[in-house]
C-alpha cells in the first residue's frame, strides 16, 4: 500500500513531442509533407488520438511551432541546444506548467507518424504502480539479425512467462540476455512521472550511458525503476528519405481502409 507520501498513479497527464530541425540524414524533417501536412502534425493528431491528456508540441525553431499552430495544436519554443528530447521536454514543461499541476508526462518522440494511439495510452499504463519511476516500450524480436544488431537496443526485462509488463534492469546494443528466452527490442517512448523527469535532468552523464550511448542507464544508474510493457509491433522512426516514403505509404493505406 502506498503511503500518504509515496507516488500513486498519476491523475494529469500530458504529452509532450520534442520536435527540433537539425537532421543529418533527414533534414527539416519535422516539416516532411506526408499526405499534405507535415510529419510533426501527424505525431501531434495520434497523439492527440490517445486521449490521455493534453498534447504540446515543444519546437527547438519558431517554424515548427507555426506549423503545428497552424494545425490546431499547441506549440512551445524552447531553447535550440538541448542536448536531448529529455531536456527539451523538462523545459517545455516548466514554460507550459510552472505551477505543477502536471505530475506526469508522455514523451513521444517527434519522427513517428505512424505511431499508434495505443502505444501511448500503453507507455503510461506502468505508471500505476507507485514504484515505478519510468516506463517505456519493448518488443520482441523476431528477426534473427537484430539479435546481434547494435543498432537495436536490447531491454533486458525481469519478466515472467506470459506477462506484459516487467522491470528493466539494463538496456545495451549487445545480445543479452544469454540463454534461451525471448530478446526484448527498446522502443524509445517513455513516460516520466515529474518528480522523476526533474530528477533525471539534473543528474550527470553516467559512466554506462556514455559507454553505451543509452541516456537511460544514467536513470538506471541512479537507482531510478524502469518497468517496460509490451507491444507488438516497433513503430516506423522516420530518419532517411526511405523511411519517410514508407510512412506515406503506411499512412495512405490506413486512411484508404
Request: charged content about 25%; proline content about 9%; aromatic content about 4%.
Given at each position: 500500500?502506498?503511503t500518504?507520501?509515496?507516488p ?7 504529452v ?6 537539425a537532421?543529418t540524414?533527414l ?5 516532411a ?5 507535415p510529419?510533426?502534425?501527424h505525431v501531434l493528431r495520434?497523439?492527440?488520438e ?5 498534447v504540446?508540441?515543444?519546437c ?5 511551432a ?5 494545425a490546431g495544436?499547441t506549440?512551445?519554443?524552447t531553447?535550440p541546444?538541448?542536448p536531448s528530447?529529455?531536456d527539451?521536454?523538462?523545459e517545455a514543461?516548466r514554460l507550459i506548467d510552472?505551477?505543477?499541476r502536471?505530475d506526469a508526462?508522455?514523451?513521444?518522440q ?9 502505444s501511448v495510452r500503453?507507455v503510461f499504463?506502468?505508471l ?9 516500450l519493448?518488443v520482441?524480436i523476431a528477426?534473427e539479425?537484430?539479435r ?5 537496443v536490447k531491454a533486458?526485462l525481469?519478466?515472467p512467462a506470459?506477462a ?5 534492469l ?8 544469454t540463454?534461451d528466452?525471448?530478446?526484448y527490442?527498446?522502443?524509445?517512448l517513455?513516460?516520466?512521472r515529474?518528480?522523476?523527469l ?6 550527470p ?5 556514455q559507454?553505451?550511448?543509452l541516456e537511460?542507464l544514467?536513470?538506471?544508474?541512479d537507482?531510478?525503476r524502469?518497468d517496460?510493457a509490451?507491444?507488438d ?5 522516420v530518419d532517411?528519405p526511405?523511411?519517410?516514403?514508407r510512412?506515406c ?9
Amino acid at each position: 500500500m502506498p503511503t500518504a507520501s509515496s507516488p500513486t498513479r498519476p491523475a494529469n497527464p500530458i504529452v509532450v513531442i520534442p520536435a527540433r530541425m537539425a537532421s543529418t540524414r533527414l533534414p527539416g524533417k519535422p516539416l516532411a509533407d506526408i499526405l499534405g501536412a507535415p510529419m510533426i502534425v501527424h505525431v501531434l493528431r495520434r497523439a492527440m488520438e490517445a486521449a490521455i491528456g493534453p498534447v504540446v508540441v515543444a519546437c527547438a525553431e519558431a517554424e515548427i511551432a507555426r506549423a503545428v499552430e497552424a494545425a490546431g495544436g499547441t506549440a512551445v519554443l524552447t531553447r535550440p541546444d538541448h542536448p536531448s528530447g529529455s531536456d527539451r521536454i523538462f523545459e517545455a514543461l516548466r514554460l507550459i506548467d510552472p505551477e505543477g499541476r502536471h505530475d506526469a508526462v508522455v514523451n513521444v518522440q517527434g519522427d513517428l507518424p505512424t505511431i499508434e494511439p495505443e502505444s501511448v495510452r500503453t507507455v503510461f499504463a506502468p505508471l500505476a504502480d507507485p514504484a515505478v519511476d519510468i516506463a517505456t516500450l519493448v518488443v520482441e524480436i523476431a528477426r534473427e539479425e537484430e539479435r546481434t544488431d547494435p543498432n537495436v537496443v536490447k531491454a533486458v526485462l525481469e519478466l515472467p512467462a506470459g506477462a506484459r509488463q516487467g522491470r528493466a534492469l539494463y538496456f545495451t546494443r549487445a545480445t543479452a540476455p544469454t540463454g534461451d528466452g525471448p530478446l526484448y527490442h527498446h522502443i524509445g517512448l517513455y513516460a516520466y512521472r515529474r518528480a522523476a523527469l526533474e530528477r533525471f535532468v539534473s543528474l550527470p552523464p553516467s559512466v554506462l550511458e556514455q559507454r553505451e550511448r543509452l541516456e537511460q542507464l544514467r536513470a538506471l544508474a541512479d537507482g531510478m525503476r524502469i518497468d517496460a510493457a509490451v507491444v507488438d509491433a516497433v513503430p516506423l522512426g522516420v530518419d532517411t528519405p526511405g523511411d519517410l516514403e514508407r510512412a506515406c505509404a503506411l499512412l495512405s493505406a490506413r486512411k484508404g481502409g
